[in-house]
Nanobody
Framework: QVQLLESGGGLVQPGVSLRLSCAAS????????MGWFRQGPGKLREFVAA????????SYAVSVKGRFTISRDNAKNTVYMQMNSLKPEDTAVYYC?????????????????WGQGTQVTVSS
């Protein structure tokens, strides 16, 4: 079965960096667009970043653009998100998701597979 396993979360101080990883199995990874979403305390799940399967074109939420970078390694079936200059408002559970075919990369409904999430807490 399809599994998406996130790692790399933790408790960090404002201004530092973290890199999240999401290892995929059970699917033809190179055929899937991959996304990162997050859900902060008392908030709805929101789009963070996505990377397309065919061109590796990426897209970002306005709140993270310029600070976060999504990338993928198809040889390792892994998608990454480098998060720099972290802020307290970035505190959330971060989820990796896989999308096959068309559909908005910013719409969670477009994604058919989800990981369990990894907690990122930014606090001094």
């Amino acid at each position: 079965q399809v599994q998406l396993l996130e790692s790399g979360g933790g408790l960090v101080q404002p201004g530092v960096s973290l890199r999240l990883s999401c290892a995929a199995s059970g699917l033809t990874f190179r055929r899937y667009s991959m996304g990162w979403f997050r859900q902060g305390p008392g908030k709805l799940r929101e789009f963070v970043a996505a990377i397309w399967w065919s061109t590796s074109t990426s897209s970002y939420a306005v709140s993270v653009k310029g600070r976060f970078t999504i990338s993928r390694d198809n040889a390792k079936n892994t998608v990454y998100m480098q998060m720099n200059s972290l802020k307290p408002e970035d505190t959330a559970v971060y989820y990796c998701a896989a999308k096959y075919g068309s559909g908005s990369d910013k719409d969670a409904e477009s994604y058919g597979y989800w990981g369990q999430g990894t907690q990122v807490t930014v606090s001094s």
